[in-house]
């Protein structure tokens, strides 16, 4: 079982920054999937960034230019840089991983795993 637990949420201004982050109970690398995800009441879940094995990202259109998401694997920790924030940044933000794993029959199996969310709130 993978534990994941995000920090680095809270309140901050307009225009402001704050980096999220997400410790994880397994080396970061050997992950296949690496995304954080946001949830603002009422609203559906929205990916916000996203990190493949090799360290490609994707982010969303809404939040490029302004999030960075990298990982650092002296701590097993995969972060959220997110500068310029906007009151429509307001969420739940969430990390999730996905563990790719042979079943020793030559195919692969996927495990996703989801942290609780650390809040977010942009607001003068």
């Known amino acids: 079982q993978v534990q994941l637990v995000e920090s680095g949420g809270g309140l901050v201004q307009p225009g402001g920054s704050l980096r999220l982050s997400c410790a994880a109970s397994?080396?970061?690398?050997?992950?296949?999937?690496m995304a954080w995800y946001r949830q603002a009441p009422g609203k559906q879940r929205e990916l916000v960034a996203a990190?493949?094995?090799?360290?490609?990202?994707n982010y969303a259109d809404s939040v490029k230019g302004r999030f960075t998401m990298s990982r650092d694997g002296a701590t097993n920790t995969l972060l959220l840089q997110m500068n310029s924030l906007k009151p429509e940044d307001t969420a739940v933000y969430s990390c999730?991983?996905?563990?790719?794993?042979?079943?020793?029959?030559?195919?692969?199996?996927?495990?996703?795993?989801w942290g609780q969310g650390t809040q977010v709130t942009v607001s003068a």
């Open positions: 397994i080396n970061i690398f050997s992950l296949y999937y």
């Open positions: 990190m493949r094995s090799g360290g490609t990202t």
């Open positions: 999730s991983v996905e563990v790719a794993q042979s079943d020793g029959e030559g195919d692969t199996e996927y495990y996703e795993y």
